[in-house]
């Protein structure tokens, strides 16, 4: 459990129940020629940059999040999530990823197979133009609000499991996000003094019911 902050003071709270999560971004990707190799290049987080509505709060990830998990993880490179569609593994030196001071930073060596050339053709046509990341968090703050909602920002990773190219987004709606969100925002009332912890409780409450429909 969070410590109770006094009003207006940050407040650093570690997850008590770590769980896998999924973002998506608008990535700055692209393909690029390396002699002849074709590449996978790119942003798949940028930091500061705020999310659409997660469902009655917005995320943002903090400068350096990144800078403590690389190192330790053995990260693929999927397509949609999907196992059986493997792009580059950092193990094998076909994706690289980087902290920078604009985000995280990837280069994917993408094999000559066939669905890693049409994927390809579809990004070099501009018909795919995202990417998602797998992740549990290790630590996170709410010390701010936007649009009169709480913000979490993301300043620590756990573990990073993959970074996708995807077709569609992972939109937090859907019932299976929405119930994810509604235990994180649960994490966010933990934290909270007393005089704002009802309501908040209540906003927690609503997001679950959503995600049981």
Known sequence: MGQVQAPGQKTNHRQTLPQREIRTYKAEIRTAED???PKIAGYAAVYDAYSEDMGGWFEKIAP???SGVLAGSDIRALINH????VLGRSKAGTLA???DNTGLSI???PPDVGYANDLLISMQRGDIDQMSFAFIVSDANWDETRDGMPVRTITGF????DVSVVTYPAYPTTSASVRSNSEIFADYATVQPPENK???EIRAKKLNLRGKI
């Open 82 to 85: 999907d196992p059986n569609m």
């Open 97 to 99: 990823c980087r902290d």
């Open 158 to 161: 756990q573990e990073l499991f």
């Open 107 to 109: 280069e994917i060596t």
């Open 35 to 37: 002699g002849a190799a």
């Open 198 to 200: 009802a309501g908040a």
């Open 64 to 66: 350096g999040a990144f």
